[in-house]
């Protein structure tokens, strides 16, 4: 079974930056979607960006300017850079990718940001 190895969080100082990797182990066939999700603590899971096949691109409003997600088609991988970071970021992140028949999440990465 193919699972999302995603890396790159941890603890930064607010205003500084980090970058989060999310590789499939294995091949993913019929990918509509790759994205990003974030859950905090006593709060529901939330959509933070994803990109199409195609190249679309969706954030939350609250984050447009700070983070951007990028994708590599040869390596099927979706990167989130994350810039400008607040305390109000900190949470789990998970990466998402949604074929034409499935969803598949990874197991998450944790990011705190400290004041």
């Known amino acids: 079974q193919v699972q999302l190895v995603e890396s790159g969080g941890g603890l930064v100082q607010a205003g500084g930056s980090l970058r989060l990797s999310c590789v499939p182990s294995?091949?993913?066939?019929?990918?509509?979607?790759m994205g990003w999700y974030r859950q905090a603590p006593g709060k529901q899971r939330e959509l933070v960006a994803d990109?199409?096949?195609?190249?679309?691109?969706k954030y939350a409003d609250s984050l447009t300017g700070r983070f951007t997600i990028s994708r590599d088609y040869v390596k099927n991988a979706v990167d989130l850079q994350m810039n400008s970071l607040k305390p109000e970021d900190t949470a789990v992140y998970y990466c998402k990718v949604t074929t034409t028949d499935r969803d598949c999440w990874g197991q998450g990465t944790q990011v705190t940001v400290s004041s």
């Open positions: 990109i199409t096949s195609r190249g679309s691109t």
């Open positions: 294995g091949t993913i066939f019929g990918i509509n979607a």
